[in-house]
């Protein structure tokens, strides 16, 4: 038996044999938009609040986007993974229900 006929460890013969590594690229988790929609009982300044405390945004943001869904009946908060929206919406619902508004939240598949 040659030093080539040899089997390793891992059962594979040959150490003139080179296993190639595949790197696969991992793919990116699939994003979801967090929506607010428009209603006629929810005061603007809740909505402001709400989105400075639950999407990050600063006051002058939040106006904007608070503007979009009283103009449009719907805006855009944000865009997360699947898991980080789903939790959005849930903690804007509870926030609303909370203070008995009836705002809407929902997502969507980007």
């Known amino acids: 038996m040659t030093e080539n006929d040899r089997k390793d460890a891992s059962g594979a013969t040959g150490s003139s044999l080179v296993a190639e590594k595949s790197r696969a690229k991992p793919k990116k988790p ?4 967090v929506l607010l929609l428009n209603d006629d009982y929810t005061p603007m ?23 979009q869904i009283h ?19 849930r903690l804007v619902l509870e926030f609303a ?8 939240c929902t997502m969507e598949k980007e």
């Not at 699939?30 to 938009?33: G, N, R, V």
């Not at 229900?97 to 809407?104: A, T, Y």
Request: charged share 20%.
């Open 30 to 33: 699939p994003l979801y938009k």
């Open 45 to 67: 300044e809740f909505v402001v609040l709400l989105l400075m405390r639950f999407f990050n945004m600063n006051q002058g943001q939040a106006e904007q986007t608070m503007l």
């Open 71 to 89: 103009t449009k009946g719907i805006g855009l908060c944000g865009v997360y993974p699947r898991e980080i929206a789903e939790t959005k919406v």
């Open 97 to 104: 229900g909370e203070n008995e508004h009836p705002l809407q």
